[in-house]
């Protein structure tokens, strides 16, 4: 980026940008349920028109397979949108709530109302996905949007800017390309809302600036996801689908890919000879060279995941894998077995294609290891072992759970999506990203008939004994049945 370019989306223009958005807002236009419907079409129309210009722009940034980049980003858009589509009106409409016997007699609901402005900032793994996905729920609930897609994904992030321009409300969408610089600028403003998809550090960046408005966030981060492999599995299925969860989405660049696994001693050396097998047959014998598998995104993570296998601690525990293609940024599926608890790879995210798997004595000790460190975003359990499985959902702490499969509790839009303490603040997927974007707003009605004047002062102890007898339960549910007769 040049001088020239700097200067032209600064503090000024973020400024401006913000400025006519929330004169759009005000307008009222974003509101409609007929506007919100339109934009999402939009947004369906994108697909259908550009799938292929999607695909390549995704291979030209990560190398992603095209029927990866379809199962991964494009089908969960598509999802989004349609189940979004459905449920609109219904989550639109205001909720009817019960009335207590404090404001009888009253009716109550609850008002979705969208906040205004808000800015959305997004990352570059899945950067179609990311990006858009929070933007339907945005535009679902009513508001004006700024999306800043990652630097780090250049190709998918200029077609996302272009076809947000050709296709949807240039008045009450924008799309703001750029990097730490344009991202500062804009974090300075006043938004109603902040969601980040990002890693840590940043996230306390963006939550510092949103701080100093009371700007609301949703924080989406990373984190050390584990997976707890017990004996009593089908070792083959097993297998099949850690490597789907790990090596098959994105080459482990992905927040909920498993990034450790946790198994016994004695189990251990079955395992690996399964992951070994498949693996194989996944891609190949020499999978430097298979095509089913993503690239690491640029030179800066090629060589920070170098430096995670070139840690002296981690030094002859590689088990499988470990070549790297540096030209073509591609790192083969590599297992290490019992690298120890200091070493650099079991202390950052890894985001890439190495699996350390762990020994422990019982997967219990291993659930505890988790619940002693930052919690993660996922946290995955093989076993047919139905106390196993019930310890697991009772005793581990995560952002999701997920048994027997790893990562795909994505896929389900009836279920929120997201961290919980290092690993982020607040959900989305489906309803939970349109109520991400919505302020619930309390509406109490009342009439002016049944004034009761014992609430009103001169207060006596009278007022105050009859108060106590009609606050209590008993007279409350009397009254309801009372009026259900
Ligand atoms: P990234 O480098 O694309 O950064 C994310 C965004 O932050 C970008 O838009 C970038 O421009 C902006 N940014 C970077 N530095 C900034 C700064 N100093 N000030 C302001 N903005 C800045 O992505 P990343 O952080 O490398 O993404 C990987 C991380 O994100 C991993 O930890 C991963 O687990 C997590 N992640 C989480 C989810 C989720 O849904 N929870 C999804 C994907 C990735």
Redesign the pocket.
């Known amino acids: 980026m040049d001088l020239t370019e700097k200067d032209v989306f600064g503090v000024d223009a973020a400024a401006s940008l913000v400025k006519n958005l929330r004169g759009t807002f005000a307008t009222g236009k974003t509101k409609s349920y007929e506007w919100r419907v339109s934009q999402l079409n939009a947004l369906m129309t994108i697909i259908t028109n550009h799938e292929k210009d999607i695909t390549d722009a995704l291979q030209s940034d990560l190398g992603k397979p095209v029927m990866e980049a379809f199962i991964s980003e494009l089908s969960l858009f598509i999802t989004s949108v349609r189940f979004t589509l459905k449920g609109l009106k219904s989550w639109m409409m205001p909720e009817k709530v019960k009335s207590t016997v404090t404001s009888f007699p009253s009716s109550a609901e609850i008002v979705p109302e969208p906040l205004g402005v808000v800015l959305i900032?997004?990352?570059?793994?899945?950067p179609f996905l990311?990006s858009l996905d929070p933007v339907v729920g945005a535009i679902a609930a009513g508001n004006t949007v700024v999306l800043?897609?990652?630097?780090?994904?250049p190709a998918t992030s200029a077609l996302i800017s272009k076809l947000v321009l050709q296709y949807m409300d240039g008045s009450a969408v924008k799309v703001v390309e750029?990097?730490?610089h344009?991202?500062?600028a804009l974090?300075e403003q006043k938004w109603d809302k902040i969601f980040?998809?990002?890693?840590?550090?940043?996230g306390r960046?963006?939550m510092a600036a949103a701080a100093k408005h009371l700007t609301p966030v949703s924080l989406?981060?990373?984190?050390k996801c584990p997976a707890f492999i017990d004996s009593d599995i089908d070792l083959k299925v097993a297998a099949r689908r850690i490597i789907a969860g790990k090596w098959g989405l994105n080459s482990g660049?992905?927040?909920?890919s498993a990034d450790h696994l946790y198994t016994t001693k004695s189990f251990a050396p079955k395992l690996i000879d399964a992951l070994k097998s498949e693996l194989n047959k996944f891609f190949g014998s020499d999978p430097l060279k298979s095509e089913d598998m993503s690239r690491i995104v640029n030179d800066k993570?090629f060589a920070r995941l170098r430096r995670l296998l070139e840690d002296e601690k981690v030094s002859g525990k590689i088990v499988h894998g470990g070549e790297l293609d540096e030209k073509n940024l591609k790192i083969s599926p590599t297992i290490l077995l019992d690298v120890p608890e200091d070493s650099l790879i079991m202390n950052e995210?890894i985001?890439g294609p190495l699996l350390p798997i762990i020994t422990i004595e019982s997967l219990q000790e291993a659930f505890y290891l988790t619940n002693a460190k930052d919690k993660p975003?996922a946290a995955y359990l093989f076993s047919n072992n139905k106390k196993l499985k019930e310890e697991f959902i009772e005793n581990v702490s995560a952002?999701g759970l997920v048994i027997n499969d790893v990562g795909l509790h994505v896929c389900n839009p009836h279920l929120p999506?997201?961290?919980v303490g290092e690993?982020?603040i607040g959900g989305y997927h489906g309803k939970f990203t349109f109520d991400a974007f919505s302020h619930k707003k309390a509406v109490l009605k009342r009439v002016f008939f049944g004034d009761a004047s014992i609430r009103y002062p001169p207060y006596t102890p009278g007022k105050l004994k009859t108060m106590r007898v009609l606050l209590s339960d008993g007279f409350f549910n009397m009254i309801r049945e009372f009026f259900k007769a």
Not at 148 to 153: A, D
Not at 220 to 223: F, I, T, V
């Open positions: 900032i997004s990352a570059w793994n899945y990311l800043k897609p990652s630097e780090v994904s750029g990097s730490v344009e991202t500062t974090l980040y998809t990002g890693n840590g550090k940043v960046i963006v989406e981060l990373g984190g660049q992905t927040c909920i993570h995210e985001f975003l952002g999506f997201g961290g690993s982020g």
